[in-house]
C-alpha cells in the first residue's frame, strides 16, 4: 500500500512537471498584435539597420553603385570630338606641274545639339538606379534578418518546451520500468512511454539543427555572430496603433522600376541627340606645285538622313515603357498582398487566442484528469500518453503559429523595405 501511494505522489509530481511549461506558454502566448506582447522594436529594428549596412547583397549592390559613378565621366566631357587630320599629295602628268602639291585639313568636331547636358542626365539617371538598386537589396536583407531573427526565437521557444517534456517523458518512462519491475505495471505501459521519451527526444535534436541554421543566417545578414535573442517569441503588429497606410508608389521595387524608365528615357534622349552629326570646323594648309603656301578653312556636317540611332532609341523607349507597365503590376500586387498579410495576419492572431485561451487549457485539465484515473487504477497508460501527446501537439502548434506569423511579417519587409 506505501508503495502505491509512493507511485501515485510520483505520477501527480510528474504531472505538475509537464503542466507547468505548458501552462507558462498559455499565460505567456498573448495575441501578435497586442502591444505588450510586441517584440523590442528598439532592438530589432537596430538588428534590421545593422542588417541593411552589412549584409551580403548589401555589398555587392554597393560596390555596383560605386562601379556605376564612373559614368559620371560621359557629362563631364567637353562638346568636341577628336580631330583628325587629312593629308594628301598630288602631282599632274605631261609637264602640266611643277612639282608635288601637298594639302592639309585639320578637321575638328564640335557638338551643338546638346549631346553633352543629354550624356550628362543619362549618366545621373544610371547612378540614381542602382542606388534604388541598393535600396532593394537593403530591403532583401531586411527581410532576411527579420525571418532568421523569428525562426531563432521560435526554435529557442521550442527548444524549452521539448527539454521540459523531454525531461517529464524520461522521468515518467523510469518511474513505469520500476513499477513493471515490481509488477504494478506491464511491459506494453513501459514500452509506450520509452516511445515517448524518445519521439521528444528526436524533436529536440531537429529543433536544435533548426536553431543552428537560423543562428547561422543571422550571422551571415549581421557580418558578426549574435548572442541568442532574449525577447519575446511574438511578432510586431502588421497593424500597429497609429500607423500610416504604405504609399505603393514609395516601395523599393516601385521605386527602382521608376528608376529604371528614366534611365531608359535619358538613354532615348541621348540616342536622339547623338544621331544627330556634330559641326566639324577644318583648317587646311599646304603648298601648291610652284612651291607657294596655300591656306583655307572649311566647314562639314553629316547629314542624318539613313543613320540616326533609330533602332537604338526605339528600344531604349519601349524599355521604358516596360519599366513603366511593370511598376504599375508591381504596385498593384503590393497594394494586394500588403492588404492580404495583414488580414492573414489577423487570421493566426484569432487562431493564437482561441489556442491559448480554449484548446490548451483544455488539453491540460484532460491530462490532468486522465494522470488521476491511471493513478487510481481506471485507465490505462495509453490514455495518459495520449492525452499528453495532444499537450504536446497543441503546444507545438502554437510555435508554428508564431512563426508563420514572422514569416508574414518577413514578406512584409521585404515589400516595404522596413518593419511596419
Not at 96 to 119: C, F, M, Y
Not at 196 to 216: D, Q
Amino acid at each position: 500500500m506505501l508503495r502505491n501511494l509512493q507511485n501515485i505522489s510520483c505520477l501527480l509530481a510528474i504531472a505538475a512537471a509537464v503542466l507547468s511549461p505548458a501552462r507558462l506558454l498559455a499565460e505567456d502566448a498573448a495575441p501578435p498584435a497586442a502591444p505588450a506582447s510586441a517584440a523590442p522594436e528598439s532592438a530589432l529594428r537596430v538588428l534590421v539597420h545593422a542588417a541593411k549596412q552589412h549584409a551580403p547583397e548589401v555589398s555587392l549592390a554597393q560596390a555596383q553603385l560605386s562601379s556605376s559613378r564612373s559614368m559620371l565621366m560621359n557629362g563631364r566631357m567637353a562638346p568636341l570630338g577628336n580631330p583628325y587630320l587629312e593629308v594628301t599629295a598630288e602631282r599632274g602628268d605631261k609637264n602640266v606641274t611643277k612639282d608635288v602639291a601637298i594639302n592639309g585639313t585639320l578637321w575638328l568636331p564640335l557638338e551643338l545639339s546638346g549631346q553633352r547636358q543629354s550624356r550628362g542626365r543619362e549618366a545621373q539617371d544610371f547612378v540614381s538606379l542602382h542606388a534604388a538598386f541598393v535600396e532593394q537589396a537593403r530591403a532583401r536583407a531586411a527581410a532576411r534578418l527579420v525571418k532568421a531573427y523569428g525562426f531563432t526565437v521560435v526554435a529557442l521557444e521550442r527548444r524549452a518546451v521539448l527539454s521540459e517534456l523531454l525531461t517529464s517523458a524520461r522521468a515518467e518512462a523510469q518511474l513505469i520500468a520500476e513499477r513493471v519491475k515490481n509488477g504494478d505495471a506491464i511491459a506494453r505501459d513501459a514500452s509506450l512511454a520509452a516511445v515517448e521519451a524518445a519521439r521528444h527526444e528526436v524533436l529536440l535534436a531537429e529543433t536544435h539543427a533548426e536553431l543552428l541554421r537560423a543562428k547561422s543566417e543571422l550571422s551571415e545578414v549581421l557580418g558578426r555572430d549574435l548572442l541568442e535573442p532574449t525577447g519575446p517569441v511574438n511578432p510586431p503588429s502588421l497593424q500597429p496603433h497609429g500607423a500610416r497606410a504604405v504609399k505603393v508608389e514609395e516601395i523599393p521595387q516601385a521605386q527602382a522600376l521608376a528608376a529604371e524608365a528614366r534611365f531608359y528615357s535619358s538613354s532615348a534622349e541621348r540616342l536622339r541627340k547623338e544621331g544627330q552629326s556634330p559641326l566639324s570646323v577644318g583648317l587646311v594648309a599646304g603648298r601648291g606645285d610652284f612651291g607657294e603656301t596655300r591656306l583655307g578653312g572649311g566647314l562639314a556636317y553629316a547629314f542624318p538622313v539613313f543613320r540616326a540611332n533609330r533602332p537604338e532609341r526605339a528600344r531604349a523607349q519601349s524599355e521604358s515603357v516596360r519599366a513603366l507597365a511593370e511598376k504599375s503590376v508591381h504596385q498593384a500586387v503590393a497594394r494586394r498582398r500588403l492588404r492580404m498579410l495583414q488580414e492573414q495576419q489577423a487570421e493566426l492572431t484569432a487562431a493564437l487566442s482561441v489556442l491559448t485561451t480554449t484548446a490548451l487549457p483544455a488539453a491540460q485539465h484532460a491530462v490532468s484528469a486522465v494522470q488521476e484515473t491511471y493513478s487510481a487504477g481506471k485507465a490505462e497508460m495509453l490514455a495518459v500518453l495520449l492525452s499528453r501527446r495532444e499537450l504536446s501537439a497543441l503546444s507545438l502548434q502554437r510555435l508554428e503559429l508564431l512563426l508563420q506569423d514572422w514569416l508574414l511579417v518577413s514578406e512584409y519587409v521585404e515589400i516595404t523595405g522596413d518593419l511596419p
